[in-house]
């Protein structure tokens, strides 16, 4: 049972354009939700983070939208630059510093110039 | 700072042969690490966590093994690898009220 859900395995989207990446969740008890970003053969690197007391939170060209009453987060990329093509993973987790994080299966974006 | 290392970042191993692929953190002190694993067309499925020294916990069977010898180092292992051990497999460590920072991955491809 798939816990952390990114229905679109691809996005496309024009350069300067805004990204819109989306992620739904099953377990009402996850109270911590993170985005990370990955390149072909590297690590994934962590992207931006929102506390379920939080409704939104903002970093420069991105934002991390929580509507916990759908159980959906979303990620904001404005303006999108063709350095931000890449998988990104939506991941969650409960349980404060003993909770594991549990992440979906990527969506791969591409920004064209 | 902390860093993450790992390697070998590639490997090519063939079926029935052992593996050992090492992780070590630098800059914190009783992190949490975690061995994932990206297979081919699918997320990040934890394979591995650890919140100290000899304690480790399994997420899925499998004929993998982990250890944890000293505080930074974690070490993903097996005796026998087969076909489906091929990925990219990915540490990661994390303290309190942080999310996991990743290292930078070992391909593994089992022939």
């Known amino acids: 049972d798939q816990q952390v859900k990114q229905n679109s395995p691809s996005l496309s989207v024009q350069e300067g354009r805004i990204s819109i990446l989306n992620c739904d969740y099953t377990?009402?008890?996850?109270?911590?939700f993170l985005w990370y970003k990955k390149y072909p053969a590297e690590g994934p690197t962590f992207l931006i983070s929102i506390s379920s007391i939080k409704d939104k939170n903002e970093d420069g060209r991105f934002t991390v939208f929580l509507n916990k009453s759908a159980k959906h987060l979303s990620l904001h990329i404005v303006p999108s630059q063709p350095g931000d093509s890449a998988v990104y993973f939506c991941a969650a987790k409960r349980g404060g510093s003993q909770g594991n994080l549990i992440f979906g299966k990527g969506t791969k974006l591409s920004v064209k110039p | 700072s902390q860093t993450i290392h790992q390697w070998p970042a590639t490997l090519v191993q063939p079926v029935g042969s052992p593996l050992s692929l090492e992780c070590t953190v630098e800059g914190t002190s009783n992190p949490n690490l975690y061995w994932y694993r990206q297979a081919a067309g699918r997320g990040l499925q934890l394979l591995f966590y650890?919140?100290?020294?000899?304690?480790i916990s399994s997420e899925v069977p499998q004929n993998l093994s982990a250890s944890r010898p000293q505080d930074r180092q974690f070490i993903l292992s097996s005796k026998k690898l087969l076909l489906s051990d091929s990925g990219f497999y990915l540490c990661a460590w994390s303290v309190t009220g942080t999310g996991e920072f990743f290292g930078p991955g070992t391909r593994l491809t089992v022939l």
């Open positions: 377990n009402s008890m996850f109270d911590y």
């Open positions: 650890s919140v100290g020294i000899g304690q």
